[in-house]
T-cell receptor
C-alpha cells in the first residue's frame, strides 16, 4: 500500500512564527504536491515538485516555500505564519504521467489542520 | 482556463436511496483526464476513478457508476443504494495532458447518508 504521511494532524502556531509541514511517501514517487483545502474552495495547489531539488509554483504560492532534498520528503514552509493561512494542508504524491496518463493518480496523506492565532 | 464546478455543496439522503453528484468541467485541451476522489471523515482523499477524454464509455464499479458526456462537459457520479459508509466529501478533478501531474479540483460535495 502506498503510504503518504504528514508530520502532524493538528498544529497551532502564532502569527509570525516559521512553520514547517513535513510530508513523506514510501512509494518512490517522483511527483509530490502540497494543497490547501478550505470550505467552498476545494483543494488548491500551492507548490509541486517533479524531482529532487525541483519545485514549481502552483496556483497560490504566496506566503509559502518548499524544500525537496530527498525524493521521499517534501516540506512546506510558512516563513511568517499569518491568520489567513489557517487551513487544512494536504500532501500528495504520484508517479509521472505517462503517455496515456496511466499510473498518475495522486495518493494523499491524512492532512494537517493548521491554526494560526 | 481550466475549471471544475461541483454545484451541489451538500446533499443529504436516506440509506438505500440513489444519489448523483454532478461535475461540470471547462478546458480547451482536447486531451485531458477526469478524476473522482472521496474524502471520508478521516481526512485522507481516496482515488475512485480516472477517465481520459477519448473514452466516453460509462463505468460501473459495484454500487458506483460514472457518466462521462463530452457534449455537456460533465462527469457525474452516481451511488446506487447508498449506505452510511458513503458519507464523505467527494471531489471531481481535471488534469490536462500537458500539465504534468497538476490537478484542478472542484469545490467538493458533502454527502450525508442517514440511516
Amino acid at each position: 500500500d502506498v503510504k503518504v504521511t504528514q508530520s502532524s494532524r493538528y498544529l497551532v502556531k502564532r502569527t509570525g512564527e516559521k512553520v514547517f509541514l513535513e510530508c513523506v511517501q514510501d512509494m518512490d514517487h517522483e511527483n509530490m504536491f502540497w494543497y490547501r483545502q478550505d470550505p467552498g474552495l476545494g483543494l488548491r495547489l500551492i507548490y509541486f515538485s517533479y524531482d529532487v531539488k525541483m519545485k514549481e509554483k502552483g496556483d497560490i504560492p504566496e506566503g509559502y516555500s518548499v524544500s525537496r532534498e530527498k525524493k521521499e520528503r517534501f516540506s512546506l514552509i510558512l516563513e511568517s505564519a499569518s491568520t489567513n493561512q489557517t487551513s487544512m494542508y494536504l500532501c500528495a504524491s504520484s508517479f509521472p504521467a505517462l503517455l496515456a496518463g496511466v499510473w498518475d493518480e495522486q495518493f494523499f496523506g491524512p492532512g494537517t489542520r493548521l491554526t494560526v492565532l | 482556463a481550466q475549471k471544475v464546478t461541483q454545484a451541489q455543496t451538500e446533499i443529504s439522503v436516506v440509506e438505500k436511496e440513489d444519489v448523483t453528484l454532478d461535475c461540470v468541467y471547462e478546458t480547451r485541451d482536447t486531451t485531458y483526464y477526469l478524476f473522482w476522489y472521496k474524502q471520508p471523515p478521516s481526512g485522507e482523499l481516496v482515488f475512485l476513478i480516472r477517465r481520459n477524454s477519448f473514452d466516453e464509455q460509462n463505468e460501473i464499479s459495484g454500487r458506483y457508476s460514472w457518466n462521462f458526456q463530452k457534449s455537456t462537459s460533465s462527469f457525474n457520479f452516481t451511488i446506487t443504494a447508498s449506505q452510511v459508509v458513503d458519507s464523505a466529501v467527494y471531489f471531481c478533478a481535471l488534469r490536462a495532458h500537458n500539465q504534468g501531474g497538476k490537478l484542478i479540483f472542484g469545490q467538493g460535495t458533502e454527502l450525508s447518508v442517514k440511516p
